[in-house]
């Protein structure tokens, strides 16, 4: 099991240490580091960032939001960096929910897996570079229908580093891995926790079994962040985590669309998630917090002491993950490295 670095999203402005976590994955032996986005910072202007300052690690969007950007403009970016980092982009993509794809990018949401379907096949399309694009879908034409009626259809006038440029799909709900299984070259599981392997397993295993299916479970990556707090105490530890996990499960989507809460209630925390986003949409965000249990926090993150997540470890390596990807400073990467085979 490899292990890489989620350097995540802005809060209200840059972080601080990010250099210094960057510099610290490139010398320990990280496999990769992994930016993200919501509504503020972007995933992609970080990495091409981080890109001039390392040689070696994967660097990967975790995840770039489908409706922040047309297909075409994602493979400009895409093709950009990775002829800038000498081959080491990975482009991670997600449908995002509905409150953040209709209220902060102004696009529809319903059919989010018709449409991921259609965004990747038009990048592979650009990737390939085997003539001008064209492409007729119910989300997605190109050229464009109407308008000055001057649209042509375009081919990419750089040559992309490599045409199989890999691809990895964030998913959450059965449907979603399933399509990450068939269409993509990895899969990007949030909130992933050990006791649903077997679960997991099942939907992946169906998406590598569809006609026209990509790749093999051996040429397919998954790669999972997972929380990770290095404490003396394990309560202290998971005190760090559970305003995250209340904020997906209270206030990441609308009371009655939420994907984050239901793979905790599928884990068998539905009474827990239910007074959670009762009390993260009343406003009572420290309360939702404080329901967020233990248990709950350490069926899907790493936290303790480092000797304890060392023995932790071992749920983690019997799972589908190939890549665990953790967070933290640089001291807790120290922490952490001795039991990843680097």
Same mark, same amino acid.
């Given at each position: 099991?490899?292990?890489?670095?989620?350097?995540?999203?802005?809060?209200?402005?840059?972080?601080?240490?990010?250099?210094?976590?960057?510099?610290?994955?490139?010398?320990?032996?990280?496999?990769?580091?992994?930016?993200?986005?919501?509504?503020?910072?972007?995933?992609?202007?970080?990495?091409?960032?981080?890109?001039?300052?390392?040689?070696?690690?994967?660097?990967?969007?975790?995840?770039?939001?489908?409706?922040?950007?047309?297909?075409?403009?994602?493979?400009?970016?895409?093709?950009?960096?990775?002829?800038?980092?000498?081959?080491?982009?990975?482009?991670?993509?997600?449908?995002?929910?509905?409150?953040?794809?209709?209220?902060?990018?102004?696009?529809?949401?319903?059919?989010?897996?018709?449409?991921?379907?259609?965004?990747?096949?038009?990048?592979?399309?650009?990737?390939?570079?085997?003539?001008?694009?064209?492409?007729?879908?119910?989300?997605?034409?190109?050229?464009?229908?109407?308008?000055?009626?001057?649209?042509?259809?375009?081919?990419?006038?750089?040559?992309?580093?490599?045409?199989?440029?890999?691809?990895?799909?964030?998913?959450?709900?059965?449907?979603?891995?399933?399509?990450?299984?068939?269409?993509?070259?990895?899969?990007?599981?949030?909130?992933?926790?050990?006791?649903?392997?077997?679960?997991?397993?099942?939907?992946?295993?169906?998406?590598?079994?569809?006609?026209?299916?990509?790749?093999?479970?051996?040429?397919?990556?998954? +790669? %999972?962040? /997972? @929380? $990770?707090?290095?404490?003396? !105490? &394990?309560?202290?530890?998971?005190? *760090?985590?559970?305003?995250?996990?209340?904020?997906?499960?209270?206030?990441?989507?609308?009371?009655?669309?939420?994907?984050?809460?239901?793979?905790?209630?599928?884990?068998?925390?539905?009474?827990?998630?239910?007074?959670?986003?009762?009390?993260?949409?009343?406003?009572?965000?420290?309360?939702? +917090? %404080?329901? /967020? @249990? $233990?248990?709950?926090?350490? !069926? &899907?993150?790493?936290?303790?002491? *480092?000797?304890?997540?060392?023995?932790?470890?071992?749920?983690?390596?019997?799972?589908?993950?190939?890549?665990?990807?953790?967070?933290?400073?640089?001291?807790?990467?120290?922490?952490?490295?001795?039991?990843?085979?680097?």
């Amino acid at each position: 099991m490899k292990l890489g670095l989620a350097l995540g999203y802005w809060g209200a402005g840059p972080p601080a240490d990010t250099a210094e976590l960057v510099a610290a994955a490139e010398q320990s032996g990280l496999d990769s580091i992994w930016t993200a986005e919501a509504y503020g910072s972007d995933a992609l202007t970080p990495l091409a960032f981080h890109a001039a300052t390392t040689s070696r690690v994967r660097l990967g969007t975790n995840i770039a939001q489908l409706s922040g950007r047309t297909p075409a403009a994602t493979a400009m970016a895409a093709i950009t960096l990775d002829h800038l980092s000498g081959g080491r982009m990975v482009l991670g993509l997600g449908a995002s929910g509905p409150q953040v794809v209709e209220g902060w990018y102004g696009q529809p949401y319903p059919k989010p897996l018709a449409r991921t379907r259609e965004y990747i096949e038009i990048l592979r399309r650009i990737f390939a570079r085997q003539g001008p694009v064209e492409f007729a879908g119910e989300h997605y034409t190109l050229p464009y229908p109407g308008g000055a009626g001057l649209g042509k259809p375009l081919k990419s006038t750089v040559h992309p580093l490599r045409a199989d440029l890999p691809i990895h799909l964030a998913a959450e709900g059965p449907k979603n891995v399933a399509l990450a299984a068939e269409i993509a070259d990895g899969w990007l599981p949030f909130f992933f926790s050990p006791s649903a392997d077997a679960f997991y397993r099942a939907a992946l295993d169906e998406g590598f079994a569809r006609p026209g299916a990509r790749r093999t479970r051996a040429e397919f990556e998954v +790669a %999972a962040f /997972v @929380p $990770t707090v290095v404490g003396d !105490d &394990v309560e202290t530890a998971a005190d *760090a985590i559970r305003p995250m996990i209340a904020l997906y499960v209270g206030g990441m989507g609308a009371k009655a669309v939420n994907f984050h809460l239901d793979v905790f209630a599928r884990l068998g925390y539905d009474k827990a998630c239910a007074e959670i986003q009762e009390r993260y949409l009343a406003g009572d965000k420290a309360g939702a +917090a %404080a329901a /967020v @249990p $233990t248990a709950m926090v350490e !069926d &899907v993150a790493l936290v303790g002491p *480092a000797a304890k997540i060392g023995e932790d470890l071992h749920r983690w390596r019997t799972t589908t993950i190939d890549t665990l990807i953790v967070n933290g400073p640089a001291a807790q990467l120290a922490a952490l490295t001795p039991y990843f085979d680097l």
